[in-house]
């Protein structure tokens, strides 16, 4: 199992991305303590961390415009920075601050 184990130690660039209206798996309980793994294993300058503004975990719940953000252009968008990244050696912007 350490295989797959969530240590935060990562050998390869990786992009998260989480919504910040996500109640499924919230921020600070997911995505934020596996940002805080990868830095206490001195990994960081491999992972990036965004959050997506009004973004859930799910777009089918994006139907309300006006509240919620789809997250599949979000994907799109960072999956194009990690190939960039991966196969030119063009990093992608910091990890954006949390508001």
């Known amino acids: 199992m350490a295989r797959v184990e969530l240590t ?3 050998g390869r660039p990786l992009l998260t991305l989480h919504g910040t209206l996500d109640t499924l ?6 995505s934020d303590v596996y940002a805080r793994l990868v830095w206490e294993q001195g990994r960081s300058k491999l992972h990036r961390y965004y959050l ?5 975990h799910i777009d089918g719940l994006a139907a309300f415009p006006d509240q919620l953000r789809p997250m599949l252009p979000s994907y799109r968008a960072a999956f194009e920075q990690l190939v960039g990244w991966v196969e030119h050696g063009t ?3 910091p990890n954006l601050p949390r508001s």
């Open 8 to 10: 935060g130690w990562i």
């Open 25 to 30: 798996l919230p921020p600070a309980t997911d």
């Open 52 to 56: 997506v503004d009004r973004g859930n």
């Open 91 to 93: 990093p992608p912007p």
